[in-house]
């Protein structure tokens, strides 16, 4: 279970990751084949995919000491922000209005800005998870004003001590 606790940012950042995108194009599908059925399923994306944004932003590693903590926090709040307003507006639309916002022009950009800036979150948090491993040398390196014979000379090896 602990190990559940230390990690849930990590469960749960994939939520909004899929739901969001899946939002998208599902909606992108219910315009295309003029299938409502698809807007429904959009929809109800929208509205997970907007409380695991929430709760991705709750469970972050704010923490961490990562140049990247910032920009990336920053993108997600963001992204948090502007996936509730969409289900917000959706939603109330939907029952106040019963309009389905799902074919709207604008509603279908602001929609696309989520996924963009869900990948770009994503994007950053996975460089900070997975930095780049330095290329391992075979030679080491010569000190400042060694001659270039000490630094390829084999070096003696001890025994490890018991």
């Not at 279970?1 to 992108?28: E, G, Q, R, W």
């Not at 109800?44 to 932003?57: D, E, K, M, N, P």
């Not at 704010?62 to 997600?76: C, D, G, K």
Request: charged residues 10%; contains cysteine; aromatic residues 8%.
């Amino acid at each position: 279970m602990d190990y559940i606790l230390k990690n849930l940012h990590y469960i749960v950042t994939h939520v909004p990751i899929a739901l969001l995108v899946f939002s998208f194009i599902f909606d992108l599908i219910a315009v295309i084949a003029k299938k409502r059925e698809w807007h429904s399923a959009g929809m109800l994306c929208l509205v997970v995919g907007a409380l695991g944004a929430i709760a991705s932003v709750l469970t972050g590693p704010s923490p961490w000491r990562n140049p990247l903590v910032v920009p990336h926090e920053f993108y997600a709040k963001l992204t948090m922000f502007l996936s509730i307003a969409l289900a917000i507006v959706r939603v109330g639309l939907l029952i106040w209005k019963k309009k389905e916002l799902g074919r709207n022009p604008i509603y279908l950009v602001g929609s696309l800005a989520a996924v963009i800036l869900v990948g770009y979150t994503g994007h950053i948090g996975g460089q900070m998870v997975h930095k780049p491993v330095p290329a391992k040398t075979t030679a080491p390196a010569a000190s400042p004003g060694a001659s270039p014979t000490a630094s390829t000379a084999p070096a003696a090896t001890a025994a490890p001590a018991k």
